[in-house]
């Protein structure tokens, strides 16, 4: 299982690495989902678990819209299509805050799957919700940052929290490689 980071982490702020190498991908992935489904989560992104990579892996087949688990690797959403709606999102690297997060319907991705291939589709309904939460983690983007000032106020003394909390356990996985000689 890996260690999910959360708000505060500065690998959680940036643009994610394009993926060259695909020989450990299967691992990661696995892994990835045994960590998403541990954390109840339907979505999660490589830096949350603190992998500067460009992967990202969702599983809604709780809802009736697909029946399959999905993988993305090096994605890039190509367009933006369809009505704006609003959604509460929750997210796994910041416990506790949910927000009503507006974000268009449709998306058309261009990406790759584990045997390298690359795929350009079109997504609606929760998976597209899903998909541009997660290409906003790989960008460095959180719910936060998608709503308004006056709404994000609301969260300051929170994300606080997480921040030093955060830093805390930087600094303390620092301390705990020190000893690894
Ligand atoms: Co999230």
């Known amino acids: ?14 643009t ?5 190498s695909f020989s450990n991908i299967e691992s990661i992935i696995d892994d990835m989902f045994d960590t ?5 989560g339907i979505g999660l992104a490589a830096n949350q678990v603190g992998l500067d990579m460009n992967i990202f892996i969702i599983d809604v087949t709780h809802t ?15 367009s933006i ?3 704006k709606k609003y959604f509460q999102e929750g997210c796994l690297s910041l416990p506790g805050i949910a927000l009503d997060v507006e974000r268009p319907e449709k998306i058309l991705l261009k990406y790759q799957t ?6 350009k589709n079109e997504f609606s309904g929760l998976l597209s919700r899903a998909i541009q939460h997660e290409m ?4 460095g983007v959180f719910i936060v940052d998608r709503v308004s000032e006056v709404e994000k106020i609301k969260y300051k003394n929170q ?18 490689k020190r000893f690894l000689l």
Not at 114 to 119: F, Q, T
Not at 136 to 139: A, K, V, Y
């Open 64 to 78: 009736d819209e697909t029946d399959d688990t999905h993988i993305f690797i090096n994605s890039k959403i190509l």
């Open 114 to 119: 584990m045997d390298k291939k690359w795929h």
């Open 159 to 176: 994300l606080k929290i997480l921040e030093l909390d955060s830093k805390k356990h930087l600094k303390k996985s620092l301390d705990q």
């Open 16 to 20: 994610c690495k394009v993926v060259k």
């Open 136 to 139: 906003d983690h790989l960008n």
């Open 36 to 40: 998403m489904y541990e954390a109840e």
């Open 1 to 14: 299982m890996m260690d999910i980071v959360t708000y505060g982490n500065p690998i959680l702020n940036r």
């Open 81 to 83: 299509h369809g009505e």
